[in-house]
Structure formats: C-alpha cells, structure tokens
C-alpha cells in the first residue's frame, strides 16, 4: 500500500508541469508597449502559436490581446 502511495505522490508531481498554466508578464511580450500582445509580439514566445489559435483568444475581437486574454493562451513551451 506505501508503494501505490509514494507511486502515485510521485505521478502527480511528475505531470503537473503539463496543466502549468500560463504566467507569462504582458510587459514581456508587448514589445512596443501600447499595452496589448499582437500576432508577432506572440509568436515571439510562442513559437507554434497560429493565427488561428491568437484569434480563439482575443475575446472582444480587437486583433490584439489583452493581459486578460493572453493569460487564456497556454503556458509557452520551454525553449
């Protein structure tokens, strides 16, 4: 029974890296510092990042995203 445990312990410490949530800063990637993220200024980060992808996050529809809406996207992968 300590197995199973101290295996599952182990399991959950091991794959919670992939539910990371993002925690990227707006002022890290908006580059020009109008306040908002465009496509480029994401893709920055965001290597695989489609447009696609940028516009399923930018809930009012401006083009750009918000600090709000950037923290919808996933946290970036590790580079």
């Known amino acids: 029974?300590?197995?199973i445990l101290i295996?599952?312990?182990a399991?959950?410490?091991a794959t919670s890296g992939a539910f990371a949530q993002n925690t990227v800063d707006i002022?890290?990637?908006d580059t020009d510092g109008n306040g908002?993220?465009?496509l480029a200024e994401a893709q920055a980060v965001w290597k695989d990042l489609t447009e696609?992808?940028?516009k399923a996050a930018d809930a009012d529809g401006?083009?750009?995203l918000?600090?709000?809406e950037l923290a919808s996207l996933p946290a970036p992968a590790a580079q």
Do not use: H, N, R
């Open 11 to 13: 399991l959950a410490l």
């Open 62 to 64: 401006s083009g750009e």
């Open 27 to 29: 002022t890290t990637v």
């Open 52 to 54: 696609d992808a940028f």
């Open 1 to 3: 029974m300590k197995k």
């Open 7 to 9: 295996s599952v312990a």
């Open 66 to 68: 918000s600090a709000e």
């Open 36 to 38: 908002t993220v465009s």
